[in-house]
């Protein structure tokens, strides 16, 4: 139900006009999966031509040709996205809102990108997230204090932005206490290698912290052991055993070809039970970046879907805290325990 998708980047930088159908088309591929409300994840400076201009183009701009595409700035990018994905929820039906990436290696956009979580808040944008590679530092706990995204997250924590941060893809567990202590994030993207520490995970399950799964993303990155290793189990597999709150999304569509249907799919074949896909579904609405208001419609909207079963938010809720509680009437349990990669592939 909740899908990080990133939107691809390069052949439509400059043109707000693609900019905008390719959001509505994104729009219009989740309805036809069935996808409730999406959160879509970008980063607009990737997205302006100057970003992406070769070389030789650069040179005939440094000439004096007019380079129209140029002209672009990063609010033009925001407000092309934000649009196309306003016409497609109206058309389709299918509820869309925007994650605003950091990129660790673009620090200088970082600013930035805060200034327009905050300022484009009405029209859809819902957090920040800090993407791009864990990398250089990821071992040290002080590494990242100097960091502008350190000062970026917890002004993001300030102003009440919800925070999602790429930890545990590739890096060891530090980097998913990190990004919880230090960056104060509510969910985590990937967070596979939280695994290799028990304390780490099991504050992660204490303050229940959300991952964002991303299955076939984290086999063809190789981030998780290959689909033929023996006696490798996929990180989600043990989330779902110990109850762990993780949602099940597909990356970035064009580099995986995946939908949501596609993920599913998958993980059926790992033992994954209609219950399991029930539960996901439901701990993505409770940790959706929606307004209070707008996420308990969501939960009402898959309770009618779902028929039986009950959820609701904590009365407490606001819109910095992502905990959450069930009613006395819970979803059906997933009891099932899972084999190895091999057993079920
Ligand atoms: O799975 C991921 N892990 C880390 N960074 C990612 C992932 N997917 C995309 N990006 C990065 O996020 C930025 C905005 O899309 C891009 O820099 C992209 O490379």
Not at 317 to 331: D, G, I, L, W
Request: charged share 25%; glycine share 6%; proline share 6%.
């Amino acid at each position: 139900m909740l899908l990080s998708f990133y939107l691809p980047h390069t052949p439509y930088s400059g043109d707000a006009a693609l900019m905008e159908r390719m959001a509505y088309e994104f729009v219009e591929d989740q309805a036809r999966d069935c996808v409730a409300y999406c959160e879509v994840r970008f980063s607009p400076q990737q997205l302006l031509p100057s970003h992406n201009l070769t070389p030789s183009e650069e040179e005939t701009d440094l000439n004096g040709s007019v380079n129209r595409a140029k002209e672009m700035a990063v609010d033009d990018v925001l407000d092309a996205v934000l649009k196309g994905l306003a016409r497609g929820e109206q058309q389709f039906g299918t509820k869309a809102r925007v994650i605003l990436c950091c990129v660790r290696q673009q620090s200088e956009w970082s600013w930035d990108t805060l200034r327009l979580c905050e300022e484009y808040k009405e029209r859809g944008v819902v957090g920040i997230d800090l993407s791009g590679d864990e990398g250089l530092g990821s071992e040290s706990e002080s590494f990242t204090k100097s960091d502008v995204e350190f000062a970026v997250f917890q002004a993001a924590k300030e102003k009440g932005i919800h925070r999602t941060v790429h930890a545990c893809e590739e890096g060891p567990a530090i980097c998913v206490k990190k990004a919880v202590e230090m960056f104060g994030a509510e969910r985590i993207g990937h967070g596979y290698r939280v695994l290799e520490d028990e304390e780490i995970y099991k504050r992660c399950q204490q303050e229940n912290i959300h991952f964002e799964v991303c299955p076939h993303s984290s086999y063809l990155t190789g981030d998780v052991q290959s689909l033929t290793t023996p006696s490798k189990r996929h990180p989600i597999l043990r989330f779902a055993e110990d109850e762990v709150s993780f949602s099940i999304n597909s990356d970035d569509p064009t580099f995986t070809h995946t939908r949501l249907s596609d993920e599913y799919k998958l993980l059926r074949s790992w033992g994954f039970t209609e219950a399991h896909l029930t539960h996901a579904n439901f701990q993505a609405a409770l940790h959706s970046f929606l307004p209070p208001e707008e996420k308990k419609q969501l939960i009402d909207q898959l309770q009618q879907a779902y028929g039986c079963i009950h959820y609701s938010l904590p009365p407490s809720s606001s819109s910095t805290s992502p905990s959450v509680t069930r009613s006395s009437t819970p979803p059906p349990k997933p009891s099932v325990t899972f084999g190895t990669w091999d057993e079920r592939s």
